[in-house]
């Protein structure tokens, strides 16, 4: 099943995406008005971008990447879902963000894209669907400039270790082989009418680090936070207005992480 596991994982977030746009959870009509669906944390870590080329990897259907846009950066933002990207340039259109969107697998975008960006960018829920970090930094590095910024911020590699509702370790916190799963709904709606495989990897934080490091890239901000600023996990709870805990481990487990690295001259 590896082997032909970006057709799964497709199927699953071209099914995902069909929720996700009329969720209440990504609240596309607000998202309209606000034009903005950045947090804190990410908006903090690479400052002002008005003017700076950006590349989004796995942009599902892309408000980040038009609020980085209306945000003055020049946005490209690809991911694998032909679905996610026909509806991220739909609102791209609608909202006149100027953003652009490619479909494309992370693996394959040396053939698809062309160029380099001051800031390559990647959030929430992304790199556990790539067996091989690796080769997940050596096109981070391919497309940064340099002297340019790689940001990431994720959930935290400890909260993949916990089975669904968040009673056991269930899975290990090291990159042993791949999760095979039959999962139900998405944690946009956890009742949601879907049902998929899915395929999907845990990346502990030295192996994310040292892919980094051994593509050349050098670290300048590495952070771990005790709350998410997404309820998207079940048994959560929101400990104060935008942080969110699983209830019964509130300030006892990690949940996200953030790193920063430039790519020298």
Request: with cysteine.
């Amino acid at each position: 099943m590896e082997t032909n596991f970006l057709e799964i994982n497709r199927k699953l977030w071209n099914d995902k995406t069909k929720v996700h746009i009329q969720s209440e959870f990504y609240n596309v009509d607000q998202f309209r008005q606000t034009k903005n669906s950045l947090n804190k944390i990410e908006m903090d870590a690479l400052g002002n971008v008005q003017g700076k080329s950006m590349l989004h990897l796995q942009c599902h259907f892309g408000m980040d990447s038009i609020s980085w846009a209306m945000k003055g950066a020049k946005v490209t933002g690809i991911d694998l879902s032909d679905e996610a990207i026909n509806q991220a340039k739909i609102i791209n259109d609608e909202l006149n963000a100027g953003a652009t969107f490619v479909c494309s697998d992370v693996y394959s975008l040396k053939e698809n894209l062309q160029g380099s960006f001051d800031i390559v960018f990647t959030s929430y829920g992304t790199i556990g669907w790539l067996p091989d970090l690796n080769k997940w930094a050596e096109i981070v590095s391919h497309f940064l400039k340099a002297g340019g910024s790689f940001y990431i911020v994720d959930f935290h590699p400890v909260v993949w270790m916990m089975d669904y509702d968040f009673t056991k370790i269930e899975y290990s916190y090291f990159n042993i082989e791949p999760i095979v799963e039959e999962v139900t709904g998405t944690y946009a709606d956890f009742n949601a009418p879907i049902k998929n495989s899915s395929i999907s990897w845990n990346h502990h934080l030295g192996e994310i680090i040292s892919a980094l490091l051994k593509n050349g890239l050098q670290i300048t901000l590495f952070n771990e936070m005790d709350y998410s600023v997404y309820n998207c996990f079940k048994k959560m709870v929101e400990t104060e207005p935008g942080k969110f805990m699983i209830e019964g481990f509130e300030k006892k487990l990690p949940m996200m992480y953030e790193i920063k690295c430039i790519k020298p001259f």
